[in-house]
T-cell receptor
Framework: DAKTTQPTSMDCAEGRAANLPCNHS???????VYWYRQIHSQGPQYIIH???NNETNEMASLIITEDRKSSTLILPHATLRDTAVYYC??????????????FGQGTTLQVKP | EPEVTQTPSHQVTQMGQEVILRCVPI?????FYWYRQILGQKVEFLVS????????KSEIFDDQFSVERPDGSNFTLKIRSTKLEDSAMYFC????????????FGPGTRLTVL
């Protein structure tokens, strides 16, 4: 699975959009971009995933650049409860893949009042 | 909403003792995982389990570790002879069949080895 690079930490004002970047310059054509988050030592929580098109769900939006070498997770209206460590994970998806997730250090997002 | 549950929430044991961590995955899920997180460090993959056998394991998952699905609902992680460095949060996760589906994680068991 391709390596990802994320900033160590970011701050965001409550109510504003939080934009979390991720670089994955070695991503290959069959690798998806997944985002998870971990709130204060709880179990990681799935947020969103995408291959090459932008994706949106009730939690967030995922913007993937055309060359797929980077992506941005957007939390449109951050709340204090969004304070967490956010992980960008790139993985191959297929019948021969066990689905394991390889976590990096992630980005610690601090949402401030 | 269905969720993965884990028991106990906190386990304290003496070095050299055996521990069993228990997980109840979501009922229609077919893939099961154990991860661990040492305090202040990243989440690490231990093992994946599908169709009643281990499908992949990491270097961490040595002969001291074993997994089992003893019945249709529980998924257990056994550490045969605990070491101080086994102290960590242990997370169970599960997912449905199909490669794209996200994993659902339990709340974790905090294992403290004294």
């Amino acid at each position: 699975d391709a390596k990802t690079t994320q900033p160590t930490s970011m701050d965001c004002a409550e109510g504003r959009a939080a934009n979390l970047p991720c670089n994955h310059s070695t991503i290959s054509g069959n690798e998806y971009v997944y985002w998870y988050r971990q709130i204060h030592s709880q179990g990681p929580q799935y947020i969103i995933h995408g291959l090459k098109n932008n994706e949106t769900n009730e939690m967030a939006s995922l913007i993937i650049t055309e060359d797929r070498k980077s992506s941005t997770l957007i939390l449109p209206h951050a709340t204090l409860r969004d304070t967490a460590v956010y992980y960008c994970i790139v993985r191959v998806v297929g019948s021969s893949n066990t689905g394991k997730l390889i976590f990096g250090q992630g980005t610690t997002l601090q949402v401030k009042p | 909403e269905p969720e993965v549950t884990q028991t106990p929430s906190h386990q304290v044991t003496q070095m050299g003792q055996e521990v069993i961590l228990r997980c109840v995955p979501i009922s229609n899920h077919l893939y099961f995982y154990w991860y661990r997180q040492i305090l202040g460090q990243k989440v690490e993959f231990l093992v994946s389990f599908y169709n009643n056998e281990i499908s992949e394991k990491s270097e961490i998952f040595d002969d001291q570790f074993s997994v089992e699905r003893p019945d249709g609902s529980n998924f257990t992680l056994k550490i045969r002879s605990t070491k101080l460095e086994d102290s960590a949060m242990y997370f169970c996760a599960s997912k449905v069949a199909g490669g794209l589906n996200e994993q659902f994680f339990g709340p974790g068991t905090r294992l403290t080895v004294l």
